[in-house]
C-alpha cells in the first residue's frame, strides 16, 4: 500500500506544515509510534478501497493540532484509529471522509481517544462496541457580569453535566472571564452517552 508520511516505531517526533496527498494512507501511525507531535498537517488518501488520510495502528499517545484528513477516494475515511489508544486530535481544519470521517474499530483496545474542537459528520463516526471509546469534546468560556453590566472579579463558577456531577469550578478574573474549559459533549462506545446540556451556576461575594 502507498503511504505518502510513515511513521514506524517513531517517537518524539514533530512534523509541521507538511502535505500527504497518496493512492493509499496519507499519514501512517504504525508499529507503536508513540509521543509524536503533528502541527498544521495534511493527509489525503485516493484510495478506491478502505484507507484512511490518517491512520493509527497500535501507536498510542500521540498529539495532532490543526489536522485536515480528507479521504476523497471512493471507500476511504478521514481519521482510523485501531489498537490505539490516549491520543488527543484538536483544533481540526477539515475531517471529511468518503465513507466514514473518524472510525474507531478495526480489533484491539482503542480507549481516552478525544477530538476537541473538531467538526465533522457525527453521522459518519463509527466506533465498534467493546474496547473502543472515542471523547468528544468543545471549548467553554463563560462571562460573569451583575445586573449593571460591570464585570464580576472573583465570582465562584460551577459547571455540571445532564446528571448533575460536577464537571468544573473556576473563578471569574478582573475581566468577568473564567479559564478556557474543555466540556465533554459525548463519549461513544459504539452507543454515545451524552453530557450535555450541561447546567451552570455561579456565585459572587456581596450578591445573592
Known sequence: ENVGIFLSGAENNTLINNTAISNGTGIFFWAMSRKNVLINNTGMSNWTATAGAITFYDSSDNNITSHTAQGIG??????????????????????????????????????????INCTYDTSKENTSTGTHQLIRKWY???????????????????????????????????????Q?????????????????????????????
Open 140 to 178: 467553554y468560556r463563560l462571562y460573569v457580569n451583575n445586573s449593571l453590566g460591570a464585570a464580576l472579579n472573583s465570582a465562584n463558577v460551577y459547571g455540571y453535566n445532564r446528571t448533575n456531577v460536577l464537571q468544573f469550578s473556576n473563578q471569574t478574573n478582573t475581566s468577568g472571564l473564567i
Open 74 to 115: 471512493s471507500g476511504t475515511y478521514a481519521i482510523i484509529i485501531a489498537n490505539s489508544s490516549n491520543l488527543v486530535i484538536r483544533d481540526c481544519i477539515n475531517i471529511s471522509g468518503h465513507t466514514y470521517d473518524v472510525v474507531s474499530g478495526f480489533g484491539g483496545v482503542s480507549i481516552n481517544n478525544t477530538m
Open 180 to 208: 478556557r474549559q474543555e466540556l465533554t459533549e459525548y463519549v461513544n462506545t459504539g452507543t454515545r452517552s451524552y453530557f450535555s446540556n450541561y447546567t451552570i451556576n455561579a456565585s459572587a461575594s456581596g450578591y445573592t
